[in-house]
């Protein structure tokens, strides 16, 4: 990376690899913390169950084809984004008009995933609840998508969306195929949402669950 025609420096080389750091290693594994903490409640087994039965019924189909796999993925990045927060950008020279606002040059703006999530209750009604279903209705599914912003959009996306959902998927199905979750013996932690300098972790950093085989649930 030193040599002369990438002409990179030692802050340049430094910043390139706190990028791959903090964007494909912790984002990934929080969402999938949070997501598989949120389907081990008591509530919400009927969603494991789900999931068993699809990879049960598609053994040979691949993971991108699974429907409800794909909504509680979604899901799951929609309630609990990895990066919540806003990433800023500053107007360019000239200025720049966005749906009918005009911004001046210089001025700082931003979005973020979290709040896009949430905003508007006409496309994401009850938006706090956990309810994947809700990415298989038909009706509304091109409002669903726009406002889906776990990964950003547009030219600056992150790049590597489509091997953070395909390692999720991956992990879910090797799960969820076998196991049903719940939260372990004694696990008081505390999973509230936390920034952690860039992404979100739960508060206490500590989410423990216990893995039981289907086969030792009766009518599994």
Not at 29 to 42: E, K, V
Not at 52 to 78: C, I, M, T
Not at 192 to 220: H, Y
């Amino acid at each position: 990376m030193q040599e002369e025609k990438f002409g990179m420096g030692t802050f340049d080389i430094a910043s390139e690899c706190m990028d791959h750091m903090l964007a494909g290693i912790e984002t990934t594994g929080d969402a999938l913390c949070f997501l598989m903490w949120q389907i081990s409640q008591p509530g919400y087994t009927s969603i494991q169950e789900r999931l068993r039965d699809e990879f049960r019924a598609n053994p040979n189909v691949p993971s991108d084809q699974l429907e409800y796999l794909e909504a509680v993925v979604k899901e799951g990045l929609r309630v609990f984004p990895s990066i919540p927060m806003s990433l800023p950008r500053c107007v360019p020279e000239g200025g720049a008009t966005v749906d009918g606002h005009w911004l001046p040059e210089g001025t700082i703006v931003s979005c973020q995933p979290y709040s896009m999530h949430r905003m508007d209750e006409g496309v994401f009604p009850r938006p706090d609840s956990f309810e994947p279903q809700r990415w298989l209705e038909k009706k509304g599914s091109a409002e669903r998508n726009r406002l889906f912003f776990a990964f950003s959009n547009g030219g600056r996306a992150c790049i590597g969306r489509h091997l953070a959902i395909v390692e999720m998927k991956t992990l879910l199905r090797d799960i969820y195929s076998r196991y049903r979750t719940a939260p372990a013996d004694g696990m008081t932690f505390d999973m509230s949402m936390d920034d952690q300098i860039f992404t979100s972790r739960p508060k206490d950093q500590k989410c423990n669950l216990k893995f039981v085989e289907w086969v030792e649930v009766a009518g599994c």
